[in-house]
């Protein structure tokens, strides 16, 4: 997120100060392409800090600006809700808690599941175990804890605004037992009071609809800096999506479907 940020206000800069990549390579001796990765971040590309120096100075940026975004660089890399114990989660998990963590809204559809910001521990862990059935106890435990602590995105100042509509089949799937299910959907009708919560079902009577094809979230930020993300988790492999017609797209779809769902 920081690492967008920035590479966002240093592109802004730029076209600010009128100036093209081309320009800034010649006045500064940074390669086209190392600039075309830090406007982009892509691959997470962090600037050195010579080189925001050079880029500072040639923009013109102001002393308050200026110390704002080398402080932003220093901290890209920095994940402050990750645990020295969650060092083996996989890079994309920790990438997806870290936009979580920063969202202002998410929107998200599930087909087979609760969403992971409503589990209770004990469905959570049923799920992991189910959906990770070489995973260790250990790992098994991580991942059960992690699903618990991105919950605290509830308790802060301006809690996250959590829009959530499940299949009714997400509901029926007995994970973990009857008991664990109970629990699990006094949980939800709990939750589902909370002024920051909407929560919705599909149900089976619907019959086909534009969310059979696969769950997906959608956030948004409070800084407008920061593009929306669609992510989208499948055994083939997880994808984040910002390009404006993804997001686009990926908007009608909820709406279609908060159409579809129950009131």
Do not use: C
């Not at 392409?33 to 600037?47: D, F, K, N, S």
């Not at 080189?51 to 600006?65: C, D, F, R, S, V």
């Not at 920095?78 to 994309?92: D, F, K, N, S, T």
């Not at 664990?180 to 609809?209: D, K, Y």
């Amino acid at each position: 997120m920081r690492s967008r940020r920035l590479a966002f206000e240093l592109r802004r800069l730029r076209e600010a100060a009128g100036l093209t990549r081309e320009q800034v390579s010649e006045e500064t001796g940074i390669n086209p392409a190392t600039l075309y990765r830090i406007e982009t971040a892509a691959g997470r590309a962090r600037p050195q800090r010579r080189t925001m120096i050079a880029l500072l100075n040639l923009y013109g940026a102001g002393e308050q600006q200026r110390a704002d975004l080398l402080a932003l660089s220093r901290e890209a890399d920095v994940q402050g809700w990750l645990r020295p114990y969650h060092a083996e989660l996989p890079e994309h998990y920790t990438a997806y808690i870290s936009f979580e963590a920063e969202a202002r809204t998410v929107r998200n559809y599930e087909s087979l599941f609760i969403p992971g910001l409503l589990q209770t521990e004990d469905y959570a862990r049923a799920v992991i175990r189910g959906n990770l059935p070489m995973a260790s106890q250990t790992e098994v435990e991580q991942r059960v804890q992690a699903r618990m602590e991105r919950q605290a995105v509830f308790a802060k100042e301006k809690p996250v605004q959590l829009w959530a509509i499940v299949d009714e089949a997400a509901l029926r799937r007995q994970v973990g037992g009857a008991q664990v299910m109970r629990r699990q959907m006094t949980s939800v009708l709990a939750a589902a009071r909370e002024p920051h919560l909407t929560f919705q079902m599909i149900p089976l009577s619907a019959g086909a609809h534009a969310g059979m094809s696969g769950s997906f979230v959608l956030m948004d930020f409070p800084n407008p800096a920061d593009p929306e993300v669609v992510y989208i988790e499948s055994m083939a492999g997880d994808l984040f999506l910002e390009a404006e017609a993804d997001v686009r797209r990926y908007t009608l779809l909820f709406d279609n479907l908060r159409a579809v769902a129950m009131s």
